[in-house]
């Protein structure tokens, strides 16, 4: 049932562009649960959207452009005077809180030829193709502190944040926008849950709920410990003439010479 799920969420993704006055959108659920998370936000793939601005022989790129939703009140353009994209990165714009930064770079999504459908089935398979067909922000954990890494860098984005995102079409000859999308709508990450609020559902026990459970058992372990104790060193001290009269005197024929052991009653 999932499967067909997915095969509808992708056939879909034409008519859902044309729909949207093409700007980007988040992952359809069937296709990526969990999202938007903490510090990622799983968009789709631009497909179909810039056919009409493609020419034979020529080669292009597709640029994604984040920024923080209030940056737009500073500046939301992402190319110079001349048509060429900035490179404005993460850490130039404090993560995109001073405006817009380059997330990723791709080729042109495949319309005419898009990855198979059907693998969508295969556990082995899946996984590839969902890559053909979505983009994750804020997937690269270590790029920020790696000196070595020369790819652009699409860092974590913050926890309970508003982003929107562009799509560009780039010419790779001379590295002008050729086409770009509208910025999408408002697009939040989730927000971190304080332990005081977590499982607050019927059934379910808050943090603080949890906290005080697990004091009363320790509380209540310490009691039966101590009871126990007590018990035991109270048997120890017994009196000698008491712990006599609790079992029955052992026989002996050395004080009754001449009868035998009484049978057990």
């Not at 559902?201 to 101590?226: A, D, E, H, K, Q």
């Not at 006599?244 to 009754?256: E, F, G, Q, T, V």
């Amino acid at each position: 049932m999932r499967g067909n799920w997915i095969v509808l969420a992708f056939c879909s993704l034409g008519q859902l562009y044309a729909d949207q006055s093409l700007k980007p959108q988040t992952a359809a659920a069937q296709l990526a649960t969990n999202n938007p998370t903490l510090t990622t936000i799983a968009l789709e793939k631009p497909f179909c959207m810039f056919d009409s601005s493609l020419h034979p022989n020529k080669s292009y790129t597709v640029y994604l452009y984040a920024m923080m939703e209030l940056a737009i009140a500073i500046s939301s353009l992402v190319t110079d005077n001349r048509s060429k994209p900035l490179d404005s990165t993460f850490q130039q714009t404090s993560g995109g809180r001073l405006g817009p930064y380059k997330a990723a770079l791709f080729n042109v999504p495949n319309c005419a030829s898009p990855p198979n459908l059907a693998d969508v089935g295969d556990i082995n398979k899946v996984s590839d193709v969902l890559k053909q067909y979505l983009f994750r922000v804020g997937n690269d954990e270590t790029c920020l502190y790696d000196p070595n890494f020369l790819d652009v860098c699409n860092p974590p984005l913050t926890p309970d944040t508003t982003y929107r995102f562009k799509y560009m079409l780039v010419d790779n000859t001379d590295c002008i926008m050729k086409d770009q999308t509208l910025w999408s709508d408002p697009i939040k990450t989730r927000r971190v849950k304080l332990p005081m609020k977590i499982d607050t559902g019927p059934g379910r026990r808050s943090g603080g709920m949890i906290v005080i459970t697990s004091i009363l058992s320790v509380f209540v372990f310490l009691l039966l410990s101590g009871f126990l104790a007590s018990v035991s060193s109270t048997v120890r001290v017994l009196p000698k003439g008491r712990s006599r009269l609790l079992r029955p005197p052992k026989w002996s024929p050395c004080d009754h010479p001449g009868h035998t052991e009484p049978a057990p009653n």
